[in-house]
């Protein structure tokens, strides 16, 4: 979606609509994590197993932005 929103010029009313989406989008994610997928996971994990997920999440996080920012710089 970022990528399909890159190639829009700003001045476009599809840029203003596709960045409205990806916002509703992260949104809707967001509150379905929060309320759904954490909860689960104090569930069924200890502290030590969720400090390593965490870890875990951090690192791909960081290789996707990384990613991300490359595919753009080069696009």
């Keep these: 979606m970022i990528l399909e929103i890159k190639s829009l010029a ?4 599809e840029f203003k609509q596709k ?3 990806l ?3 992260m949104e809707n ?3 379905e994590e ?3 997928l954490f909860p689960k996971v104090r569930e ?5 197993q969720r400090q390593e997920l ?3 999440l951090t690192e791909t996080k960081s290789e996707l932005v990384d990613k991300v920012v490359d595919e753009l710089e080069h696009s």
Aim: aromatic share 4%.
């Design 10 to 13: 700003a001045d476009r009313s």
């Design 19 to 21: 960045i409205g989406e």
């Design 23 to 25: 916002q509703e989008f």
């Design 29 to 31: 994610h967001l509150i």
């Design 34 to 36: 929060e309320s759904e």
């Design 44 to 48: 069924c994990l200890s502290p030590e």
């Design 54 to 56: 965490a870890s875990e």
